[in-house]
């Protein structure tokens, strides 16, 4: 069964601090591997995308690692800011019958306090 | 540049009553499709995609029913809500036949059956 399971299910840090959220996943055929930032009833926004051949990939203060044979992706946050405070969700891609289908994580839950 | 439109962003229906929830792509032609449903606390749930006009697929049998009567419109509908389709929906989109683009939310509808 394709899953996807993150962890913690929520975290809370003091702005300025740096914090790792981890995904475990099982899923087959793999496609790629997605970080996603959503705020409190919007809806998600990419922050990376990995294939299977990729180890690492930042965008700005984040960055996602892959370890396709453990199947785990972490997203570390550097200097986290007030901003930060949202759900970060990984989702994991499989290409099916001409489309990606995207297994979604639970999400973690981030509060960044001053 | 592509945008996606959902409307509307927020619905209060009694139960037993119908539903459309529509959405709109533009800045591209030929995009996949998607209905996603978000519930409190959980990952987001693939309801029904669409590589096509015409064409939709259902990951999940439910209440609800979705149609594409053009390129860059999608509808999810339903004649008679249940308290349990309460829920965050989202809308999105991405290129069609690559499997390692990326997938474009809408803002999404909180709809309170009640």
């Known amino acids: 069964k394709n899953q996807v399971e993150q962890s913690p299910q929520s975290l809370i840090i003091l702005e300025g601090k740096n914090c790792t959220l981890q995904c475990n996943y099982t899923v087959s055929p793999f496609s790629n591997l997605r970080w996603y930032k959503q705020d409190t009833g919007r809806g998600p926004v990419s922050l990376t995308i990995?294939?299977?051949?990729?180890n690492t990939k930042s965008n700005g203060r984040y960055t996602a690692t892959l370890d396709a044979d453990t199947k785990q992706s972490s997203l570390h946050i550097t200097a986290s800011q007030l901003s930060d405070s949202a759900s970060y969700i990984c989702?994991?891609?499989?290409?099916?019958?001409?489309?990606?289908?995207?297994?979604f994580g639970a999400g973690t839950r981030l509060a960044v306090h001053p | 540049s592509q945008t996606i439109h959902q409307w509307p962003a927020t619905l209060v229906q009694p139960v037993g009553s119908p539903l459309s929830l529509e959405c709109t792509v533009e800045?591209?032609?030929?995009?996949?499709l998607y209905w996603y449903r978000q519930a409190a606390g959980r990952g987001l749930q693939l309801l029904f995609y669409?590589?096509?006009?015409?064409?939709i697929s259902s990951e999940v049998p439910q209440n609800l029913s979705a149609s594409r009567p053009q390129d860059r419109q999608f509808i999810l509908s339903s004649k008679k809500l249940l308290l349990s389709d309460s829920g965050f929906y989202l809308c999105a989109w991405s290129v069609r036949g690559f499997a390692n683009t990326e997938a474009f939310f809408g803002q999404g509808t909180r709809l309170t059956v009640v």
């Open positions: 800045g591209t032609s030929n995009p996949n």
């Open positions: 990995m294939t299977f051949s990729e």
């Open positions: 989702v994991v891609s499989v290409l099916s019958g001409g489309y990606n289908k995207l297994i």
């Open positions: 669409s590589v096509g006009i015409g064409q």
